[in-house]
T-cell receptor, first 111, second 115 residues
Framework: DQQVKQNSPSLSVQEGRISILNCDYT??????FLWYKKYPAEGPTFLIS?????DKNEDGRFTVFLNKSAKHLSLHIVPSQPGDSAVYFC??????????FGTGTRLTVIP | DGGITQSPKYLFRKEGQNVTLSCEQN?????MYWYRQDPGQGLRLIYY???????QKGDIAEGYSVSREKKESFPLTVTSAQKNPTAFYLC??????????????FGEGSRLTVL
């Protein structure tokens, strides 16, 4: 059973607009929620995280929102830039320090 | 510069052969991990190690083996028992503190193709 689901395999957004990437999870006991960014033929890089005790965390153009009642995590990128084009993975950390990744969403920012 | 180095970047293997992927880090991180990525799937954990001379199986350990003789090194052997070894393999590391927050530092990956 997948612990983390990213139902949109791809997303295209115009440069300067907002990109919203979504992620649903199954277990209400997760401690941390993260987003990673991955370019082709490279390893993922950590982007932003949020603790389960918060509902929002902001870092520059990137904001992560956590809706615990809906078991939903989202990443907002404002404004979107062509360099943001990549695959974005959401991930969750369990109490036992296990890390589960979603299947990824490929974001394309159109200049 | 500090980081994680994986080698080789590309590797071809004949069926029935074992192959070892190298992973070296100079970040002084305690924990190291091996993940596998297949098209359309998330990263899946193969093995991880939180201290030297100790390692644990992940979700898909069958057909793989690891060793952790030094803090800096965590090589992965893909054995002939692995039924579908063609994939992109990623090594990662983290500090002891970051184990609980999920913040991993990844290498650039090794793409293994079985002919």
């Amino acid at each position: 059973d997948q612990q983390v689901k990213q139902n949109s395999p791809s997303l295209s957004v115009q440069e300067g607009r907002i990109s919203i990437l979504n992620c649903d999870y199954t277990n209400s006991m997760f401690d941390y929620f993260l987003w990673y960014k991955k370019y082709p033929a490279e390893g993922p890089t950590f982007l932003i995280s949020i603790s389960s005790i918060k509902d929002k965390n902001e870092d520059g153009r990137f904001t992560v929102f956590l809706n615990k009642s809906a078991k939903h995590l989202s990443l907002h990128i404002v404004p979107s830039q062509p360099g943001d084009s990549a695959v974005y993975f959401c991930a969750v950390v369990t109490g036992a320090n296990n890390l589960f990744f979603g299947t990824g969403t490929r974001l394309t920012v159109i200049p | 510069d500090g980081g994680i180095t994986q080698s080789p970047k590309y590797l071809f293997r004949k069926e029935g052969q074992n192959v070892t992927l190298s992973c070296e880090q100079n970040l002084n991180h305690d924990a190291m991990y091996w993940y596998r990525q297949d098209p359309g799937q998330g990263l899946r954990l193969i093995y991880y190690s939180q201290i030297v001379n100790d390692f644990q199986k992940g979700d898909i350990a069958e057909g793989y083996s690891v060793s952790r003789e030094k803090k800096e090194s965590f090589p992965l052997t893909v054995t002939s028992a692995q039924k579908n070894p063609t994939a992109f393999y990623l090594c990662a590391s983290s500090t002891e503190t970051d184990i609980g927050t999920g913040e991993l530092f990844f290498g650039e990956g090794s793409r293994l193709t079985v002919l």
